[in-house]
């Protein structure tokens, strides 16, 4: 699969294309094959590494933090989604860096996935999961 990766920390020209494995998938993930990210301010934090306290991520980096589309593989102990389903998520952040939404696929644990609305577009989705979480928070 393609995605874009930083290889070590710095401005935007840090982003390159490459390819690179398809996550493999935990009995409590789904796979989805990615139609829409989103890029959020901790996406510019993170490439110029004032994030490195937090994360002790693994170069290359994967980042993205929204994704919007479709399930293509669903883990044994998941229930409730099926191939094929739209879905949208804030995928939990991958401990080494490598599961990141600049990506073709990214492996989602069924905790952290919904349904897309059929009136709301890939793109529409995959603006509101970690913007609309930080706003929640905020209430």
């Known amino acids: 699969m393609k995605a874009a990766v930083i290889n070590q920390y710095g401005d935007r020209n840090e982003l390159t294309v490459i390819d690179t494995a398809v996550p493999a998938i935990q009995a409590d993930e789904m796979l989805v094959e990615n139609i829409a990210t989103s890029i959020n301010p901790i996406d510019y934090k993170a490439r110029e590494g004032l994030l490195q306290r937090m994360f002790q991520w693994q170069f290359p980096v994967v980042l993205g933090w929204d994704v919007a589309g479709k399930i293509v593989a669903v883990g044994d102990n998941v229930t409730g989604f099926k191939v094929g ?15 990141g939404s600049y990506a073709e696929y990214t492996a989602v644990k069924a905790d952290k996935l919904a349904l897309k609305p059929v009136n709301v577009s890939f793109a529409e989705a995959a603006a509101v999961p970690l913007a609309g979480l930080t706003a929640l928070q905020m209430l």
Not at 85 to 99: E, K, L, S
């Open 85 to 99: 389903d739209a879905v949208f998520a804030r995928p939990d952040i991958d401990p080494i860096g490598r599961n």
